[in-house]
């Protein structure tokens, strides 16, 4: 399988840019949720692109929920755990496929070899297309470096000694990357797993809904869900399952418990706000119903305008809102 997501994630000259740039300008922020919850959330102009993640401490055991897609921003993740963290990383869980939830794990295992990764069983039955996903990402990459040595000449020429350090710096972050490896599961899960990190239980449920393979993860008694995708504001459609999806939205939206919802990217929600995504689908859903003789284009022209005006607040949402709209209206057309 192809790499979907690649054309509207990140492309070849943000990848680099990304790369290139000093980790303080690319470098997220670490939120205290709870004592035992950091929420490390995306800066505005990559919440599309590039996923949040949560880290979660129990008295003995600490648990990664997802690593981001920019492999620089996991080494400076590495580099907040080896200075905040003094019990093992334990866990590392990915929460779907996604190569901004996945990929980023090869640099954590690196560093990390005795963590244990925790996907969906499906997911884990898939393996080895995401070692390859990874090592197309580092080709992408190193395409990049190289078409903009290339191009250094047409910069200015006082500026082409600074850039040329910088590429160097990326060929050597590069190497560095060739020597990791996406490292198989070792903990799948198909229904339900239950964890304890030292005097602090968690759930990790398996289902269907942003796509086939998802994990949510409960903890603090279920009043804080770490939820990746599945519980975006502005959720990417494209390979969901759009009614097991609408369901479990729906029951969160009702459910009294989980108090505090942390989306894959975003800002945190209360479980009042999942109406938005669950409205979304649900209008995707059922235009794509109503309309069977529209093709793509004229669904897209004719979906209702509220969403886009309730979603487009700038340049970033307009991009994603459009690819994300086209991308859910297409897929609720081949589920027909
Ligand atoms: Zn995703």
């Not at 943000?14 to 800066?43: C, D, K, M, N, R």
């Not at 692109?49 to 400076?76: P, R, W």
């Not at 989980?258 to 009042?272: D, E, M, R, T, W």
Request: hydrophobic share 40%; aromatic share 10%.
């Amino acid at each position: 399988m192809t790499n979907p997501l690649f054309s509207f994630r990140l492309t070849h000259l943000l990848v680099i840019a990304l790369t290139l740039l000093p980790t303080s300008q690319a470098q997220a922020q670490w939120q205290t949720i709870s004592e035992h919850v950091e929420f490390l959330q995306q800066p505005t102009k990559l919440r599309f692109y590039d996923s949040n993640q949560t880290l979660i401490k129990g008295d003995h055991c600490a648990l990664m929920f997802d690593a981001s897609g920019n492999f620089s921003a996991v080494e400076a993740t590495i580099e907040h755990l080896k200075q905040t963290l003094n019990i093992p990383l334990c866990y590392l869980v990915a929460s779907h496929f996604h190569d901004d939830h996945l990929l980023g794990m090869a640099v954590l295992q690196h560093y990390y070899p005795n963590a244990k990764l925790i996907t969906h069983d499906q997911l884990a039955a898939e393996y080895p297309r995401f070692q390859q996903a990874f090592n197309d990402k580092l080709d992408s990459y190193e395409q990049s470096i190289e078409l903009s040595f290339q191009r250094l000449a047409e910069q200015p020429k006082d500026k082409q000694s600074a850039w040329r350090d910088k590429l160097e710096l990326a060929k050597t972050r590069l190497l560095r990357w060739r020597a990791y490896s996406l490292q198989p599961p070792e903990i799948t899960v198909s229904d339900t797993l239950t964890l304890d990190l030292g005097n602090y239980p968690i759930t990790i449920n398996a289902y269907q809904a942003h796509t086939d393979a998802d994990l949510m993860l409960y903890a603090e008694q279920n009043t804080i869900l770490v939820g990746g995708d599945i519980v975006d504001y502005l959720p990417y459609p494209g390979h969901g399952n759009l009614s097991k999806w609408r369901e479990l939205l729906s029951q969160l939206n009702h459910s009294t418990s989980a108090q505090i919802i942390l989306p894959g990217h975003g800002a945190k929600l209360s479980n009042n706000e999942l109406k938005q995504p669950l409205a979304f689908l649900t209008a995707i859903q059922q235009h794509v119903t109503a309309n069977p003789e529209q093709d793509l284009t004229q669904l897209q022209q004719s979906f209702d305008q509220r969403f886009a005006k309730q979603y487009i607040t700038d340049e970033i949402s307009q991009k994603a809102y459009v690819m994300f709209l086209q991308a859910g209206l297409k897929r609720a057309k081949q589920s027909k």
